[in-house]
């Protein structure tokens, strides 16, 4: 099955400066690529997603970039300020259809200092 | 819409009882997925339904945790008998059939003592 590893576990930035989260995945066939941000005692909330057919993504601070052929992807996120602190979480399926599972990884928590 | 409710929020029993999560999805959603997290293991699937029916229940741990979905608004996780390894946060997410946007609770906190 699927294994998805996240890196780093935790990340601490100044605000302004920008973060980068780093996953791989083990499954060749996953082809959905969604990341999650968690605040503090909230269910994970979609930030953004990526599909196997696109290397990059972009929404305003945020990007995710996808390497197909390594098996990996990240989420960067620039300009950052503190309301971007929470736990973020990459994730990889192979969506065939909208019940197929979604592997999370570990989740790394992102503390931006004013 | 009101987004995935979940209730309790906050649950503290005794080691042995039983407890029932419960979890309304978003109207129109028709796949339904019940994630345990905790500190050492993260986010784990525990099982997931689509259109009312259990389609992998390979995540969860073992026979003391059970899962239902009678209709399209409403599921259950219980455990029974609970046991202190068993206090996490469990989300109730879901998901309509067209868009793969996975939709969370607010979780419910279960402390087994």
């Known amino acids: 099955g699927e294994n998805v590893e996240q890196h780093p576990s935790t990340l601490s930035v100044q605000e302004g400066d920008s973060a980068v989260i780093k996953c791989t995945y083990s499954d060749s066939a996953s082809n959905y690529f969604p990341w999650y941000k968690q605040e503090l005692g909230k269910g994970p909330q979609l930030i953004i997603d990526i599909r196997s057919n696109v290397g990059e993504k972009k929404d305003q601070r945020i990007a995710v970039t996808l390497n197909k052929t390594a098996k990996h992807f990240s989420l960067h996120i620039t300009e950052t300020q503190p309301e971007d602190s929470a736990v973020y979480f990459c994730a990889a399926s192979e969506m065939k259809t909208s019940y197929d599972k979604v592997i999370f990884g570990p989740g790394t928590s992102l503390s931006v200092i004013p | 819409d009101a987004g995935v409710i979940q209730s309790p929020r906050h649950e503290v029993t005794e080691m042995g009882q039983e407890v029932t999560l419960r979890c309304k999805p978003i109207?129109?959603?028709?796949?339904l997925f019940w994630y345990r997290q905790t500190m050492m293991r993260g986010l784990e699937l525990l099982i997931y339904f689509n259109n009312n029916v259990p389609i992998d229940d390979s995540g969860m741990p073992e026979d003391r945790f059970s899962a239902k979905m009678p209709n399209a608004s409403f599921s259950t996780l219980k455990i029974q008998p609970s046991e202190p390894r068993d206090s996490a946060v469990y989300f109730c997410?879901?998901?309509?059939?067209?868009?793969?946007?996975?939709?969370f609770g607010q979780g419910t906190r279960l402390t087994v003592v």
């Open positions: 109207s129109g959603h028709n796949s």
């Open positions: 997410a879901s998901t309509r059939f067209e868009n793969t946007e996975a939709f």
